[in-house]
């Protein structure tokens, strides 16, 4: 009867954290996307208006041009061949400037793919307003009332047939009262466009002016995968009022909130791989907003304070634009050399980063190294295992001990079993004569949890780690594994619900931890017995849906500790020992 009840206790408990589990993962744990799903980077595909490209806020003094009307929706493809165009070509980008309001509205980013397929097209960042996945970059002015300045539908004249990192481009437009405006655009082998803006005044009375950088994004990401979550922002991001900002979110601005700062680093919308952010000058004073302008519109902006510019003299200003990956090496030179304070903590780090970031280095030199992401990650897993041998050593002593002891703490249980505060007064009595820290054993467990986690948000945020395959069938082991049991490894027509997607990693998962299970010193507790038992393929079905890297470090963990097992038991024979009478 006892050995029912133990067992229905082991199920049921079993089975709460194994339904439990769901929907704490969902929050805490969200799993990574498949390999093949990516369609677009930029704006929504339900989308059906072109964006305005105005500042939504901030320049209020004097005037701005008029915001283009409703323009009809092109496919990218045929929005991107217009001949008003001055192509971009860099190592790391392609794409083109729009002379129609001098916007930067054209970017793919060549050395990243939109799937693992073969021949699948490179991701676009930036396309332009007359798109659904209208996303661009854009800087201007407003000024005083009667001084017209360019806007949206300005064509401007061209200096230059090609951006390049050794060919820069200059864009002019001269109004009828005296005004000359110029843009000297310039990149960089990565992600960085450099916009210098000049305004000349030639006409016979000052101007007031304010120069101001925007991002104008159509939509949001669509994807599950793509959403905010617990452990990783998406959205507006930047670095304002001297903080990081991660807590904007759309629907914040789908409620019609607007949010403004006295000072701006840099900002602008982050996805979970994709950076679009426009950055000031260093140190230079602006204010900034994130907005939106319209329905399922989405704008971030910052301007300079309105400047008195004489008859005969010019102003001249320089904002950068960031459009491309979140690379972390390159985020971290840009903060380096270039002043872009905390531009590497667009990827979400969080208050782990400490641990993270470190986890993430060791990782990528390995992976240099090796040339092979899953072999980094073994050699990862070996080395923590290495470091934590000394604790795994106090482990098993600390073990070896309690299981001599085990009939003194029977006896003291049975003889204080009325008296329970009498009975752990003994125990601990017992503890400290025979040098033993109960706790010990579950110092490796406790390890294991924040190097997971570590490993897990590695994984999930960093572009490094992106469609890295490992063997056979494992081509990206940031999306979870794409063989399953149920759908007899894709030849039935179905995807198994994230629950029951068991593949052959998962299953070997399983075995390796029932495995270890069964080389540890059974349990004295009917009921602790009983759930060890069960605890490895509840875990099967919980690391089901993870990234198959995780998979894989949890295998090489589980093999490295059975060989660790099996090295300390004939170090400390007693633990295979049956406890004496």
């Not at 617990?230 to 670095?239: E, Q, S, V």
Request: proline residues 8%; aromatic residues 12%; glycine residues 6%.
């Amino acid at each position: 009867m006892d050995d029912k009840r133990n067992w229905i206790t082991a199920i049921l408990l079993s089975a709460a954290i194994l339904l439990g589990w769901s929907f704490v993962s969902d929050k805490f744990f969200p799993t990574p996307a498949k390999p093949d799903v990516t369609k677009t980077v930029a704006g929504s595909p339900t989308a059906t208006t072109a964006t305005p490209g105005q500042p939504a806020a901030l320049p209020t003094p004097g005037t701005a041009t008029a915001a283009p009307g409703a323009q009809a929706i092109v496919p990218v493809e045929a929005a991107v061949a217009s001949a008003n165009r001055i192509p971009i070509e860099t190592p790391a980008v392609a794409g083109s400037i729009n002379l129609v309001g001098a916007r930067i509205d054209d970017i793919t980013l060549t050395k990243y793919r939109q799937t693992i397929k073969k021949n699948a097209p490179p991701v676009r960042l930036f396309a332009p307003g007359n798109t659904k996945a209208s996303y661009f970059a854009s800087v201007g002015w407003a000024a005083a009332q009667g001084v017209q300045v360019p806007g949206p539908n300005t064509l401007w004249t061209a200096t230059g047939t090609r951006l390049t990192p050794t060919t820069p481009v200059t864009l002019s437009w001269a109004n009828a009262t005296g005004q000359t405006f110029r843009i000297d655009y310039s990149i960089d082998a990565n992600y960085l466009i450099t916009a210098k803006q000049t305004i000349a005044n030639t006409g016979t009375a000052p101007v007031s002016a304010s120069s101001y950088a925007l991002i104008d994004r159509l939509g949001k990401p669509t994807d599950p995968h793509e959403q905010t979550s617990w452990t990783n922002h998406i959205g507006p991001t930047g670095f304002v009022d001297g903080k990081s900002e991660f807590d904007v979110d759309y629907k914040d601005l789908d409620a019609g909130e607007t949010f403004k700062y006295s000072s701006a680093g840099w900002l602008g919308f982050t996805d979970k791989y994709w950076l679009a952010a426009i950055v000031p000058a260093k140190g230079e004073r602006v204010t900034a907003s994130i907005s939106t302008p319209a329905s399922n519109n989405y704008q971030t902006l910052f301007a300079r304070p309105f400047t008195q510019i004489a008859p005969g003299t010019q102003l001249s200003v320089t904002s950068r634009i960031f459009a491309g990956a979140k690379e972390v090496s390159v985020l971290e030179d840009y903060t380096d050399t270039q002043g872009i304070t905390r531009l590497s903590h667009a990827i979400d780090w969080g208050w782990f980063d400490f641990f993270e970031i470190p986890i993430f280095k060791l990782l990528d030199w390995l992976f240099k190294q090796v040339g092979n992401f899953g072999v980094a990650i073994m050699i990862l897993t070996l080395i923590i295992r290495l470091l934590m041998f000394p604790i795994a050593n106090r482990q098993f002593h600390s073990m070896a001990q309690m299981r001599l002891v085990q009939p003194k703490m029977k006896a003291l249980q049975e003889r204080y079993k009325d008296d329970k505060q009498r009975q752990q007064q003994e125990l601990m009595k017992l503890y400290k004569d025979e040098k033993i820290n109960p706790l010990a054993g579950c110092l490796p467990i406790l390890i294991q949890i924040p190097i997971f986690y570590a490993l897990y948000k590695v994984l999930m945020l960093t572009i490094e780690m992106r469609h890295q395959p490992f063997a056979l069938w494992i081509r990206d082991l940031s999306a979870p594994d794409p063989a399953h049991f149920l759908n007899l490894f894709g030849l039935l027509p179905f995807t198994p619900p994230s629950l029951l997607a068991l593949g052959p990693l998962a299953l070997l998962l399983g075995i390796t931890m029932w495995l270890q299970f069964r080389l540890n010193p059974q349990a004295t507790d009917p009921i602790q017995q009983q759930v060890f038992k069960i605890m490895p393929w509840m875990f099967m079905f919980i690391m089901a849906p993870f990234a198959a890297g995780l998979l894989l470090y949890w295998i090489t963990n589980n093999c490295l500790s059975i060989a660790q097992q099996q090295f300390m038991y004939r170090k400390f024979p007693q633990l295979r020992a049956a406890p004496a009478k």
